[in-house]
C-alpha cells in the first residue's frame, strides 16, 4: 500500500503527531517522514500513546530495515515496497517544538487526533521495533546494536529458511512460515 505525501499527513495527525513531523515526496515518489518528538531507547519500556502510534503509523507498511538515526538519537525505518522511510527523532534537546509547529498542522492534530499527548509527544522505540520486527529482536536491537549495523528483512526463500526455525510435529518438518518474516542483522553499508 503506496501512501502519498497527503496520506502520511493524514495518518500523523490522526495520531496527533503532524505537527511535530516534516513529510516530503521526492520527484520518483519516495515519501520521507520525520517525527520529532522526546525518543526514549530503552529496552522493554512503552506507554499507551507510543503504541498506539506505532501500530497506525506501521499498520500496512512492510518495513524492509531499519538501523539508528544518523545522529544515533532515533530511528529509521525503511519500506521498499511502500517506497518510504519512516524516522521517529529525538531533537527535543535543540528543536523548539512549539516555534516550529505550523498552525494548520497543530488544527488538523486537534481535529483528527485519536491520540492524546501530554505535553511533547514521548515516543518509545521499543514499540516501533516491536510493531516492526517483535519483541525479542527489538531489544536485541535497542540493548546492542551500533550505528553501523541495521536489520535487514529478509526476502529469499532459502535463506529464510536459514533465519526461520522449522516445527516438528509427528516427525515431519514444516514449511516456513512466510508470515512471520526473518530479519539479519548486517552492516548498514
Known amino acids: 500500500m503506496h501512501k502519498d505525501a497527503e496520506s502520511w499527513e493524514m495518518t500523523l495527525a490522526e495520531c496527533g503527531l503532524l505537527a511535530y513531523s516534516i513529510v516530503e515526496e521526492a520527484p520518483d515518489g519516495h515519501v520521507s517522514v520525520t517525527i520529532t518528538a522526546s525518543v526514549s531507547m530503552e529496552p522493554n519500556a512503552s506507554n499507551e500513546q507510543s503504541e498506539e502510534a506505532a501500530l497506525e503509523i506501521l499498520s500496512g507498511c512492510e518495513i524492509s530495515s531499519v538501523w539508528w538515526a544518523d545522529d544515533g538519537y532515533g530511528l529509521a525505518l525503511n519500506s521498499l515496497y511502500d517506497d518510504c522511510t519512516i524516522t ?3 531533537g527535543t534537546e535543540w528543536y523548539d517544538l512549539d516555534e516550529e509547529r505550523d498552525a494548520e498542522s497543530v488544527q488538523l492534530d486537534q481535529e483528527f487526533g ?23 529482536l527489538a531489544n536485541v536491537f535497542l540493548k546492542h546494536a551500533s550505528p553501523g549495523v541495521c536489520l535487514r528483512r529478509v526476502y529469499d526463500t532459502e535463506k529464510c529458511k536459514m533465519h526461520l526455525p522449522q516445527r516438528v510435529e509427528n516427525s515431519f518438518h514444516e514449511l516456513w512460515n512466510n508470515a512471520t518474516p526473518a530479519w539479519s542483522i548486517r552492516s548498514r553499508n
Open 114 to 136: 485519536e491520540i492524546f499527548w501530554e505535553g511533547y509527544p514521548e515516543i518509545y522505540l521499543y514499540n516501533f521495533l516491536d510493531e516492526a520486527v517483535g519483541g525479542e
Open 88 to 90: 521517529v527523532y529525538d
